[in-house]
Structure formats: C-alpha cells, structure tokens
C-alpha cells in the first residue's frame, strides 16, 4: 500500500511568487490536513480537507490556502511568498478524523 | 500558552539505556500521537493512542486520560533511536493537531 506522497521533496522560491505543494493521501483516505514545520515555532496546524470541503484552518493569513480533489488529492497554495514562510511543510491523510493519521515526507520550501 | 508541553528538551543515552519521554497536554483529545523525525526527514507516525498502552518492539507509550499526560519509553536504546520524538494530540472538538516541542533523542555508542 502506497503512504502519502508529497510533491516536490523541494522547492526554491523567489520572495513575492507564489507556490503550489500537492499531497497524494493513501488510498481511501479521505481526510488530508497541511502543517507547517520551522525551527522557530515547530509543527503548526494550517488546515484540513475532508471530502473536499475544508473543515477547520489554522491561524495563518490568507495566503495560504488550499483544496482538496474529488479523489483526495491536495494541494496547498502560497502566494507572495515571504521569506519567513521557508519551511518543511508537512500533509497527513486519514481514513476519518478520529482514525490514525500517517504523515508524507514533507516538501522543504526554501524562499529567498 | 502550550497545549502539549514535552520533557525533557533534549536527551542524551548511552546506548542499552532505557529512556522516557514524557507528554503533557490542556485540551479534550480524541488521540494522542508520538511522531519521530529523523534529521532532514519526514514524519512517521509511532503509535496512535486514545487508552492505555501500546507496544512496538522495543517502543512502549502508555497514556492516562484522567491525567492528561502520556510517556513514550525505549527500551535497549540504540544509536538508530537518535531523532526528534513528537507528541501530538488530536483535538476532540476542533479535528486539528497540537504538537509538542519536540524532544530530541541522542543515543551514543
């Protein structure tokens, strides 16, 4: 069975483009969360999808945005991007909410 | 304010040794997560916990709802146990993660 795949492994940006992360869940998963790991605030909560309706957000601005595929796939959006969003960012897919979570290998943004 | 604190920061054992690592959270959860991460890797998930105990080989991590608080032991400690271990819980209302610290595991040879 194929864990979660994350697409790229890594990625350099410019300050003020924007950038687009996907994240392959385990099949038949339908619940897929994002979070942002930095070495200043640790793993932090961006937001989850859940049968393509976005069911809670972190507490990040507007920029960050994201959606989820009619086969669950998701991808995670950055616009203007600012050097301080330079971060591992991190999906996990479940079968439901309340079941067990697996993580993806993360995308390691670099903005400069 | 934390709603997961972890202890200790930063570990470091000589290989055998058994070692704890502990979690403490504020919020009603419907399960605990330990995560490891080794450096410049991803995230696997160790075990998922909403009771009791649970055993992988030579990882054990037991919780206590009541008190709100879970250990993750090693035991026999080996150098390829030196990582980041991560507690996470599964907020019960709000279907989101808090994360720990993170404790960093150093076994020497």
């Known amino acids: 069975k194929a864990g979660v795949t994350q697409t790229p492994r890594y990625l350099i940006k410019t300050r003020g483009q924007q950038v687009t992360l996907s994240c392959s869940p385990i099949?038949?998963?339908?619940?897929v969360s994002w979070y942002q790991q930095t070495p200043g605030q640790g793993l932090q909560f961006l937001f989850e999808?859940?049968?393509?309706?976005?069911?809670n957000k972190g507490n990040f601005p507007g920029r960050f945005s994201g959606r989820q595929f009619s086969n669950s796939r998701s991808e995670m959006n950055v616009s203007t991007l600012e050097l301080g969003d330079s971060a591992l960012y991190l999906c996990?897919?479940?079968?439901?909410?309340?079941?067990?979570?697996?993580f993806g290998q993360g995308t390691r943004l670099t903005v400069v | 304010k934390n709603e997961v604190e972890q202890s200790p920061q930063n570990l470091t054992a000589q290989e055998g040794e058994f070692i704890t690592i502990n979690c403490s959270y504020s919020?009603?959860?419907?399960?605990l997560h330990w995560l490891q991460q080794h450096p410049g890797g991803g995230i696997v998930s160790l075990f998922m916990?909403?009771?009791g105990k649970k055993k992988h080989g030579r990882l054990i991590a037991t919780i206590n709802i009541q008190e709100k608080h879970s250990s993750l032991h090693i035991t026999a400690s080996h150098p390829r146990d030196s990582a980041v271990y991560i507690c996470?819980?599964?907020?019960?209302?709000?279907?989101?993660?808090?994360f720990g610290t993170g404790t960093s595991l150093t076994v020497i040879p």
């Open positions: 916990l909403s009771s």
């Open positions: 996470a819980v599964r907020s019960y209302t709000g279907n989101q993660f808090y």
């Open positions: 996990a897919s479940s079968q439901e909410t309340v079941t067990e979570a697996f």
């Open positions: 099949s038949g998963h339908r619940s």
């Open positions: 999808y859940f049968s393509e309706t976005q069911r």
């Open positions: 919020v009603g959860i419907s399960a």
